[in-house]
């Protein structure tokens, strides 16, 4: 059975203070590694897609790495609006039916 | 990103009655639809997949005949929570895809409270 396990659970920063937010997983035949933030009330918001070890995406302040077991999201330099649940999905499979499976998030508070 | 719509956004039912959730992708052709469930505190639980034009295919331990989904075309597909009771009050979000699974579309959830 797939699994997807995020840690920290909950994290909180202060305002320029940098960081990681780790996502591991546990699939058979990987497809695609997503990162997602979510704001309370509301749906997902897709940020980043990696497709294979070794692969890293920027966004601003966000950047996502990639390896054959684990994903890292770095926060450099955060903001208060920075603050909200980071989740991590995996997409696994083969043919025409390929699962995402969610990781229980990472709550962020950057503290001002 | 592509736009996913649902309606009604919130939802308060008396226990036994259905409601009918709305899903529409507004700017692209949605292959494939998801219906998710969160509870409070936890992650996204896929609770079935849509093909236009075909059955769903539900997940382990979700009732089809309680959760009923149409994806009629390519841009709507509705969940039907028959004869809801307070077990079923959740947060309900839908996803679209198109013709390729690597990224999936979101909407903004749609939160049914069942008295």
């Known amino acids: 059975e797939d699994q997807v396990t995020q840690s920290p659970e909950a994290l909180r920063l202060q305002e320029g203070e940098s960081s990681s937010l780790n996502c591991s997983y546990t699939v058979s035949g990987l497809r695609g590694l997503f990162w997602y933030r979510q704001d309370p009330g509301k749906g997902p918001e897709f940020l980043f897609t990696?497709?294979?070890a070794g692969e890293e995406k920027e966004k601003e302040r966000l950047k996502a790495t990639l390896t054959k077991k684990e994903s890292f999201l770095h926060i450099t330099a955060p903001k208060p609006e920075d603050s909200a649940t980071y989740l991590c999905?995996?997409?696994?499979?083969?043919?025409?039916?390929?699962?995402?499976?969610f990781g229980t998030g990472t709550k962020l508070q950057v503290i001002p | 990103g592509a736009v996913v719509s649902q309606h009604p956004s919130r939802v308060i039912c008396k226990s036994g009655t259905s409601v009918k959730i709305e899903c529409r992708s507004l700017d692209f052709q949605a292959t494939t639809m998801f219906w998710y469930r969160q509870f409070p505190k936890q992650s996204l639980m896929l609770m079935a997949t849509?093909?236009?034009?075909?059955?769903?295919?539900?997940e382990q331990g979700v009732e089809k005949d309680k959760f009923l989904i149409n994806h009629a075309s390519l841009t709507l597909s509705t969940l039907t929570v028959t004869s809801a009771h307070p077990e079923d009050s959740s947060f309900y979000i839908c996803s679209a895809a198109g013709t390729s699974y690597n990224e999936q579309f979101f909407g903004p959830g749609t939160r049914l409270t069942v008295l």
């Open positions: 999905a995996v997409q696994a499979g083969s043919g025409g039916y390929q699962k995402v499976t």
């Open positions: 990696l497709y294979s």
């Open positions: 849509s093909n236009e034009g075909s059955k769903a295919t539900y």
